[in-house]
């Protein structure tokens, strides 16, 4: 069953002799529940293409249907309502709230919603993200890795149709990487949860299920392990 699908693609920066095409009309499609790995060297368009996937970055052409809704057809509200319910971004730096705890943080996505807590799903996933008793504490009170399992916790709270992940492992040691990696490939196995996941590391790109490689913001790789 078909997730995402992506027609003419295209993200240009700037006008006249200073733009810059960072997409170039890339058209393809993700199945519910894959595992899919974008690489590409640095300003190869990667981390836009993921951006607008997401609904963050609006593209100059071309359309982006997720569970066959072209989610740049409706209003900037609309548009919000999409990131907050349909899309699970993490990142490298995690991007948590610093006043925030634990457990305010990866529910933070669900407030911002305006709908209550699912307190049962909440304790699931502090468990099974190994971060029973961390619950109260702040994000300069975590090592990398706690802060990165609580950016996962909160990317997961609203069960999105697809998990974004830039660079998840980037900014971690090879221990928590190995971790931060088997917790994703958990999630997407056990829950059916689609993961598109970029990486600048080729051991981490070939335990996913398919591999697109961008360069000059085209797809110059596609295939599926």
Partial sequence: MEILRVENLTKVYGS??????????????????????????????KSTLLHTLGGVDKPTKGKVYVGGQDIYAGSDDQLAIFRRREVGLIYQFYNLIPVLNVRENMTLPVLLDGRKVNEQKLDELINMLGLKGCERQLPNQLSGGQQQRVSI?????????????????????????????????????????TLIMIT????????AKRIMSIGDGRIIRDERL
């Fill in 153 to 193: 916790g909160r990317a997961l709270m609203n069960n999105p149709s697809i998990v974004l992940a830039d660079e998840p492992t980037g900014n971690l040691d090879s221990k928590n990487s190995h971790d931060i990696l088997e917790l994703l490939k958990f999630f997407n196995r056990e829950y059916k949860q």
């Fill in 16 to 45: 006249g002799t200073n733009s810059v095409k960072a997409i170039d009309d890339i058209s393809f499609s993700i199945e519910k529940g894959d595992f899919v790995a974008i690489t590409g060297a640095s300003g190869s368009g």
């Fill in 200 to 207: 600048h590391d080729e051991s981490i790109a070939l335990q």
